[in-house]
């Protein structure tokens, strides 16, 4: 919406504040700068507000507004005075409006940093969380306008809105003046502030899926006339599973007297339906949708799944049909699942709906599944299926324009009807968002992750998101800082998810071997070990044991306090006749289902060579399904509740470590009324899973030690979960925070160059000093005179090193001159230099002082625009340069980040006395690592640090060089007010 001539050109409509955003009951609304344009919508939408909430807001009756009145609400300079609204099909719904003030009250501009602020919401949006919505997005604008605190004056009667102030998490001050209540926010976002909004968040996308997998009613809209297509075969699988609500066909096409279809009420469009319609599943024509999503939002439909193709996998003409698509459907409160989507599956005995392509429905169970392919979405469903797995929702998002991965474990982490979430992914739309829920919802409940397109550099078509040019491996160590499990292909994600849903976590890596087959066993042994298990000697069964000793062996196993986990190998038995004798195995499974459920709580896993019959009795069993009693009930009248975490029993794995995040009490607004909701689910949500469940099956061992592999990874990280670590205090006692970002600035000028600048040596190293990373001098040596001079002030013995960027850091190639004890050694070593490799102004010499002997390492920060700040370690040279021998954390590192970054590396034997070298001081090390966590963390204008080479001795460490880049610091969409994305 572009401004009027009324308002001034220096204050251009800020169209940035423009965002979507998702509200308590699972609905969408706009929040946009109000225009001169708004007049009729100001009043039509004052007109109706109760007489209640207008006294509320104005102190007095207070009927209409005065043509002053809407001049004024209307009129804004975006910077002094500025004025929100939140909108529902183009209609206010609610205003929110600051003026600046002086400290005497009276109306004032920069460098005034004081407003006065008001809200007013219509009546029929009150409890919505429409007003809190408004203070986060209010509060963010005031706050790029250098105002730093609000004012607000509201009458001791109207508590609604004294609770959206008090509950928001600023700092705040009250008092009690002239028979109103003074309030005060320092507007400053706090760590209060920042999880009141992530609960609220959490809650609301969570709603928001909530209703689009357990509507009342569905209408499938492109139904054909006909058997066949796309709509008519919705249809029947929607009534095929046995949905519960109700159903409706809908097609513009029908007669005016076709009475049903399928045996549903036919109708040619929504608003013919004439009740209420929660979910829209659409199969028509892409240039058909617009007018479709318009009957849908004009009649109250609740979300849409575009089963359509010709969106943004067609190209950019599609890319901004998607686009118009996304804003249609919002500007009406709705969400979108697709466009190009497979459809929808929830097995809920109070839901039961398949409103997907899949012709059956899975059966109910505990996992739940979320994919942007269809093809690897009918995959997965059949291999769960043929491997005996249930789920408890299903989702195929196609284009996932809208709803997308990170909406569905804001669900699962809830949802009392899922233990285990898999997740095959092509794009991140919003990495650092991705990583902080799977964070939160991994320490409840193991998060699998398949990465798709992992190297092509390029989103698969139709994603149209922000494409991060961060390196696979660092988003694979990303996602395994945040505890979730990614694995390679889809194959590993059934076998991991199989083992997860069914099983109890492992104590630890220990793993017994048993079977009838020695072989096997020690092929199962052999794949333990390069899988980092600690695995038993194989108990060789013999090939004449019977089901009998199976079941006692297993349970010796399980009550074995030495052993974590066990494997099950077994092969077919051999008759006389040398036939083999496959008739035994659901003998065997329930020999083995036996001993698994009487005996202590540890995973067991089976590895089966041509025993089909086996396979299909242990994946009989049903303990995935939902069990029965009203926590599983995820119908329309029910609200998501705590979800048990996946833990195993007797307190294995950690609490959730995510219930600081939740607030302790919802917000309400007066004329704003948000009713309060004072559940905090992360704290109910600790719990325990069966101690024995579906004992998963494999064809091969490496398949089931990779999955336990996996299992065991994610149990230890939960267990770590439950205390996480922290930053010593004794570094705020050695880092000057205020003085390096003085620095910072003048670095950057008044006018800083977009692309940001370099460092130079000496600027890198009083800035790293600011923050106790002492760098050595490196004094420029341009001739030989120069290099003898730089050795007397530094003081023998020297070294003496090109910086030429195509020598730098390589000692291979010679252009590195160590222990130069004396003038004569020195100037030799200048000449051979410069007849070998070129002339001093191509070499660019310098010359330090030598330092003690020690492993030369790597230490590196850098931003990705979608990811955030991430720290990096590697031993110099060949192990991270050509072998890519590096690992990876988020920013801010704790000191238990920091102490993994430097083991998970594969050459880390080094560090720690390999072949009977002393062990360098990793405590330094791990010191050095966490003051540059904190500089970038600190200073987002820092936008990569390299240190290269760090020297750790055995006592102390040395940092030899180092290079630093300033740019503006890039936006944090992740820190401002909920929005939803816009791509």
Known sequence: MEPTPEQSPHHAYPDHWE??????????????????????????????????????????????????????????????????????????????????????????????????????????????????????????????????????????????????????????????????????????PTAESLAVQRAREQRAEARSVQRLLAPGSVAVIGVGRAPGGVGRTVLRNLLGSGFTGRTYAVNTSFADDLGTVEGVPAHRSVGGIGEQVDLAVVAVPADRVPEVVADCGEHGVQGIVVLSAGYAER?????????????????????????????IINTSESVRLNASLAPESPKAGRIGLFTQSGAIGIALLSGLHRRGAGLSAFISAGNRADVSGNDFLQYWYEDQGTDVALLYLESLGNPRKFTRLARRTAAVKPVVVVKGARHSGTNPPGHAVPVSRIPDATVSALMRQAGVIRVDTVTEMVDVGLLLAGQPLPDGPRVAILGNSESLGLLTY????????????????????????????????????????????????????????????????????EAATTGPAKPVAVVHVEMGGLAQALAAATSTANQPGPANQTGPADRPGPHPAAAAPQARTSSPAASAATPPGRSGAGAATDSADTTDSADATDGTRPS???????????????????????????????????????????????ATAGLIETLLGPDPDPRGRPLTHDEARELLAGYGVPVRPALPAPDPEAAVAAAAELGYPVALKTTAPHLRHRADLGGVRLDLVNENALRRAYDELTELLGTPAE???????????????????????????????????????LLGDTAHRLVPATDRDVAELIRSIRAAPVLFGWRGAAPADTAALEELLLRVSRLVDDHPEVVSVALEPVVVATQGLTVLGATVRLAPPPARSDLGPRRLPSY
Request: charged share 30%; aromatic share 8%.
């Open 315 to 343: 190209g950019a003409e599609g890319r901004e049909r998607q686009r118009e698509l996304v804003r249609q459907a919002r500007s009406y409160g709705m969400r979108i699942i697709g466009p190009n989507a497979f459809g």
């Open 843 to 881: 070499l660019r010499p310098v010359v330090q002082a030598m330092v003690p002997r020690g492993v030369d390492t790597v230490v590196r920060a850098s931003i990705d625009a979608a990811a955030g700040a991430v720290l990096s370690f590697g031993l110099a040279g060949a192990p991270s340069e």
């Open 19 to 188: 965002a979507d955003v998702v509200l308590r009951d699972g609905g969408t609304a706009r929040v946009r700068p109000i225009t001169t344009d708004d007049a009729e919508r100001l009043v039509s939408f004052y007109e109706q507000v109760s007489d209640e909430s207008k006294y509320y807001r104005f102190f007095a009756p207070y009927p209409r507004l005065s043509a002053r009145d809407v001049h004024r609400f209307t009129h804004h300079d975006y910077v002094d005075r500025v004025g929100l609204a939140v909108t529902v099909g183009g209609e206010f719904i609610a205003t929110v409006r600051y003026d600046r003030i002086d400290d005497r009250g009276r109306p004032a501009s920069a460098p005034a940093d004081e407003a006065e602020v008001a809200f007013l919401v219509q009546d029929a949006h009150q409890g919505r969380g429409v007003a809190s919505a408004l203070l986060e997005h209010i509060a963010a604008v005031a706050r790029e306008r250098g105002i730093r605190r609000f004012a607000a004056e509201v009458l001791p009667a109207n508590n609604k809105m004294i609770k959206v102030f008090r509950d928001a998490g600023f700092t705040q001050q009250r008092s009690f003046e002239d028979g109103s209540v003074h309030l005060t926010l320092d507007l400053e």
């Open 692 to 738: 024995a469940g579906r004992i998963p099956a494999y064809p091969a061992a490496e398949r089931a030690v990779r999955a336990l592999a996996e299992v065991v990874k994610y149990a230890q990280w939960r267990r770590h979960a439950a205390a996480p670590g922290k930053v010593p205090e004794f570094l705020d006692e050695t880092i000057d925070e205020h």
């Open 526 to 593: 052999d794949a333990c070990l390069a899988e980092g298990l600690r695995p038993r000697p194989p108990r060789d069964l013999t090939t004449e044991a019977s089901p009998r000793d199976f079941r006692r062996a297993l349970a010796e196993a399980l009550a074995d306090r030495t052993c974590d986990a066990v494997i099950v190998t077994a092969i077919p038995w051999v008759g006389e006749n040398g036939e083999a004798l496959t008739g035994e195995g659901e003998v065997l499974a329930a020999a083995l289902r």
